[in-house]
Every structure is written in C-alpha cells, then in structure tokens.
C-alpha cells in the first residue's frame, strides 16, 4: 500500500520559516492537500491541490509538491501555528501522513 | 456556513457494533461526498471511507472491508457510519468530513470518541 513519510518533529523560532516535508514514490503525480490539527480540536485544511490556499487561510501558509516530496512552508511563523501537520494523498484510497509536531519557541 | 455534527460520546464492549452519525447543514447534502476518518490516540488520521450522497454509491478502505457500513439519509442531511466487531484497537477518534472537491476534506465534524472496553 501507498506510504507517505513526514519528520515526526520541526521546530521553528518565531518570525522564521518552517519546512514540513511529505515524501512518498511519485507523489509529485498526485495532488496533496496539508491539514493543520491542534491539541483536542478537527483537522483544518491549509492546503490544497498541492499549492492552493483556501479561503481564510493566511497567506504564509503556502504549498509546493514535485518528484517524491512536498513541501508545506510556513513564512514568518507565529506561535499560533504550534500543531500537528498532516499531508494527504490519493492512491487508490486516501492515505495520510504519519504527521509532523510544529514546535514555535 | 457548512457545519457537520456528530452523535456523542460511545463506550462498547469488544466484539460490538457501533453507529455513528454526521448531520449536514449550510450546504446541499446530496452535492459533497461524506467521508470518514479515525484518529486512535496518538496517531496519525486513517481514512476509512466514503459516500456519494446523490446515489449512495460507497467505497471503503481496504484495512476496514468487511466491517464498515456509510450510509445516509437524505431527508436528515446525514451520513452514518457503522463499524462492526470492535477490538480494543477500534478506540479513536471519528471523524466525519467533507468538501466541494472530491478528496479534498474542507469540513470537518468535532469528532466522536468510541471507547473499546470490556
């Protein structure tokens, strides 16, 4: 079965960038979509098609997606952005990313 | 605005069925697919399946065949999803979702906890 691969932990000072990677075989063939969760709350959909922003979304947020990486960016990161990430794909059925801890400290 | 909310709280003993549902509302029901996704605690969002809302045609995860049901009913706006011979490993989060483009989750229910305990 299809297998996407994240860093399980990122750590970022405030007002600098952060890089999320997503890796799996070919997935710049596919789209990616990212998802921001928080402690105790729904997953929030940051991303979409591999670079989209969705309405409300900030635009520090952004998305790239090409040979077997995507990459979500953060720029100019806010303490507000501490959560987990997830990336997603379709292969046959949705598959997740075993998601990523973003530290701002 | 687009709000899925889900039925409460589930403690089930091993061996047990369970049926949850997702009520829609701000947006046609039958327009967006309703998908399904678990989170056990600790770990990553696992996708267990689908509904076309317009013609009920369902598609499941190959790791939960055999013993997941997603329906709906129209007339209710809501999707249910059913999830048969529960293990200790069935304990997680459930979470129903949606969005205007297939497989791209913009809604998101709050999520229902079902315990697993004997």
């Known amino acids: 079965s299809y297998e996407l691969t994240q860093p399980p932990s990122v750590s970022v000072s405030p007002g600098q960038t952060a890089t999320i990677t997503c890796s799996g075989d070919?997935?710049?063939?596919?789209?990616v979509c990212w998802y921001q969760q928080k402690p105790g709350q729904s997953p929030v959909l940051v991303i979409y098609?591999?670079?989209k922003r969705p309405s409300g979304i900030p635009e520090r947020f952004s998305g790239s997606n090409s040979g077997n990486t995507a990459t979500l960016t953060i720029s100019g990161t806010q303490v507000m952005d501490e959560a987990d990430y997830y990336c997603?794909?379709?292969?046959?059925?949705?598959?997740f990313g075993g998601g990523t801890k973003l530290t701002v400290l | 605005h687009v709000q899925l909310v889900q039925s409460g709280a589930e403690v089930k003993k091993p061996g047990a069925s369970v049926k949850l549902s997702c009520e829609a509302s701000?947006?046609?029901?039958?327009?967006?697919?309703t998908h399904w996704v678990r989170q056990a605690p600790g770990q990553r969002l696992e996708w267990m399946g689908w509904?076309?809302?317009?013609?009920?045609?369902?598609e499941y995860s190959e790791n939960f065949q055999g013993r997941v049901t997603i329906t709906r009913d129209t007339s209710a706006s809501t999707a249910y999803m059913e999830l048969s011979s529960l293990t200790f490993e069935d304990t997680a989060v459930y979470y129903c979702?949606?969005?205007?483009?297939?497989?791209?989750?913009?809604?998101w229910g709050q999520g229902t906890l079902v315990t697993v305990s004997s």
């Open positions: 979702a949606s969005g205007e483009q297939q497989l791209v989750f913009d809604y």
């Open positions: 997603q794909a379709w292969d046959s059925s949705v598959v």
């Open positions: 098609q591999d670079d």
């Open positions: 070919k997935l710049g063939d596919k789209y």
């Open positions: 509904i076309n809302a317009g013609n009920a045609n369902t």
């Open positions: 701000g947006y046609t029901f039958t327009t967006y697919p």
